[in-house]
């Protein structure tokens, strides 16, 4: 099958009308698992566990090359969502899952707790609200501080009052990728990186996928049908291709429009504090979250790294072989430094002038757009959608990496 894979052949590529030849070759398979990101490695893993026989096919040269490494790596508690929802539920269970694997696996991570800070009179009543929707979620140990209590233990920290998150913490994202790779093949999982699903179509009630080189959809040009060089025919198809997953989506001929949901990208960089010879925090700092994120807030990486960020930008999608491709753009403008510099101030008065640096970006995957309310992960199954056997993750943006582990239990047990 792996070689299979390796040497098949494909001549173009464009939109999702598809001339499926006679000779394009097909194999029936027990799983597939579309995206190699931190939740598709859970997922594969746990399948594995529960003997099923599973695929993982990524677009990408390696493992979590997208969202999974271009994240704040924070194991989130549970605070910001409504309660009963996936990401209340989800968060909190992966969380409780998250820490105990990487005990037993000794992953690098720490629970070093966390400070949401009001910087104002007008801000502290949406502290009371995180209060409540973290305790109704099952979140335990959070406290209210006053602000002269929080600015005892963060001498550096600025505010009116704090909720502190105690249970929050830090992961090093990709030695738990690497981690998860290892369980995955350790229960016969294989990998076929390089390899994009172009789309597919139901037959005789199952979803056929169409495969291709990842190279060969590179020397595209748009204009014309993109053509599998392999068919799969899964028993299971769990698409967890994160930023591309609606546009995979729309590529299922037989999947319905209707249930696919209209997908949303918010740019978010960060900036490194340079010059640092002694962190200035030592639990992780967040302000209110703000329209479409969590505030621009302070990170602390395993190494001792203060980073600073995400902020939200959004910003156009792209076609889908670029977007199957990840040709998005993740450059780090310095014209938000300023932006940063007045957000950050508001609770890190001493933050240097010229202390900031570009880190990196990342691209969140929302169903939700400017100045909407946040939607929640949509984990669509047959009861959903009519086709047997495929499972779509959309919206899988944060506590995606927190929930991972929740999100896999769960799509393993439907």
């Known amino acids: 099958m792996k070689t299979r894979l390796l040497k098949l052949l494909m001549k173009s590529v464009g939109n999702r009308n598809y001339c499926l ?39 990408a040269p390696t493992f979590g090359t997208v969202t999974s490494s271009r994240n704040s790596e924070v194991i989130h508690a ?9 990401k209340a539920r989800f968060c909190v269970r992966g969380r409780e899952l998250l820490y105990k694997y990487c005990s037993q696996r000794q992953i ?19 502290l009371h609200y995180l209060m409540d929707c973290g305790i109704k979620n099952g979140v335990h140990g959070l406290k209210m501080m006053e602000g002269s209590e929080a600015m005892r233990i963060e001498p550096e920290l600025r505010c009116s009052k704090a ?8 992961v090093d994202t990709h030695s738990l990728m690497l981690s998860l790779v290892g369980d995955a093949e350790n229960g016969g999982t294989i990998f076929s990186c390089n390899t994009t699903v172009i789309g597919g179509h139901v037959e005789q009630g ?3 996928l169409h495969i291709s080189q990842t190279k ?7 204009n014309t049908s993109l053509q599998p060089e392999i068919v799969l025919i899964p028993k299971l198809v769990v698409n967890s291709a994160g930023l591309s997953a609606p546009a995979l989506a729309k590529r299922f001929d037989g999947l319905q429009s209707a249930v696919i949901p209209t997908a949303y990208y918010a ?46 930008e959004w910003i156009d999608g792209i076609d889908d072989v670029s977007s199957f491709l990840n040709k998005f753009d993740y450059s780090v403008c310095t014209s938000h430094m300023k932006l940063f510099y007045h957000e950050i101030k508001k609770y890190y008065p001493n933050l240097k002038d010229e202390s900031l640096e570009p880190g990196y970006a990342g691209i969140r995957p929302k169903l ?9 992960f949509l984990i669509q199954g047959e009861d959903i959608h009519g086709i047997t056997g495929l499972v779509n993750l959309f919206g899988i943006e944060s506590p995606g990496l927190t929930s991972s582990m929740a999100i896999a239990e769960h799509i393993a047990t439907m």
């Open 163 to 170: 909720l502190l998150s105690p249970v929050s913490g830090i």
């Open 108 to 126: 690098p991570h720490k629970q070093i707790g966390k400070l949401i800070v009001a910087t104002g009179p007008s801000e502290i009543q949406k």
């Open 21 to 59: 030849s006679s000779g394009v070759p097909r194999e029936r398979v027990d799983c597939v698992v579309i995206g190699a990101g931190v939740v598709g490695l859970s997922v594969a893993r746990e399948l594995a566990l529960r003997g099923r026989q599973v695929l993982v096919l990524d677009s």
């Open 206 to 208: 199952e979803l056929c």
């Open 78 to 86: 549970g605070i910001y969502y409504p309660p009963n929802s996936l």
């Open 267 to 312: 740019r978010g960089c960060y900036f490194t504090l340079s010059n640092t010879g002694i962190c200035p925090f030592k639990h992780l700092i967040y302000p209110i979250p703000e329209d479409g994120g969590l505030g621009v807030h302070v990170t602390l990486d395993l190494n001792g790294q203060v980073k600073f960020g995400p902020n939200v």
């Open 368 to 376: 939700s757009g400017p100045r909407q309310p946040p939607v929640d």
């Open 216 to 222: 060969h959809l590179e020397m595209c040009n748009g």
